[in-house]
């Protein structure tokens, strides 16, 4: 899930970099929003290894490669981090159930907070972008991302 979400991020990142959408905050939002979906995977990787687990890459499914709008594509990501979510809540679950404390917290220690902070940063944006409704808006709201956005850093998940 976190290869896909990585891959996902990374394409919505360049669709924003296209000279003919220009959004160069939004880029960067994607842009950092991808590289920390590959530092999870990494991070289950060498957990995965350190237990003496297999690791088996198999094939990501191709990303979506454009959206209509900022917007869209905020809703796109704020969907696909609940599904990340829940993935990692259903891990937990059979953790739990199979009696692996230490996996039950390497999950709580190192996701399931982000996960939830990730989602609310999302949800903000969205609402944001809703109230705007327009290409000023959208235009107003990239540059606004560019100087931090109300999450205190631009490019923050």
Do not use: W
Not at 4 to 30: E, N, T
Not at 131 to 154: C, E, I, P, S, V
Request: aromatic share 8%.
């Amino acid at each position: 899930m976190e290869l896909k979400a990585c891959h996902q991020y990374l394409a919505m990142a360049y669709h924003f970099d296209r000279a003919d959408v220009s959004s160069p905050g939004v880029f960067g939002f994607f842009v950092k929003a991808s590289a920390e979906e590959r530092e999870h995977a990494e991070k289950i990787m060498k957990y995965m290894n350190k237990r003496g687990g297999l690791i088996k890459l198999t094939a990501v499914p191709e990303p979506l490669p454009c959206f209509p709008d900022s917007l869209a594509a905020l809703k796109h990501a704020l969907q696909m981090e609940l599904e990340v979510n829940q993935h990692l809540l259903d891990v937990h679950a059979l953790a739990n159930k199979e009696n692996d404390p230490n996996l039950c917290d390497f999950i709580e220690a190192n996701f399931l907070q982000e996960q939830v902070d990730g989602q609310k940063v999302l949800a903000d944006y969205i609402r944001q972008l809703e109230r705007a409704q327009d290409d000023l808006g959208d235009y107003l709201f990239d540059k606004y991302m560019l100087t931090g956005g109300m999450h205190g850093n631009g490019h923050a998940r």
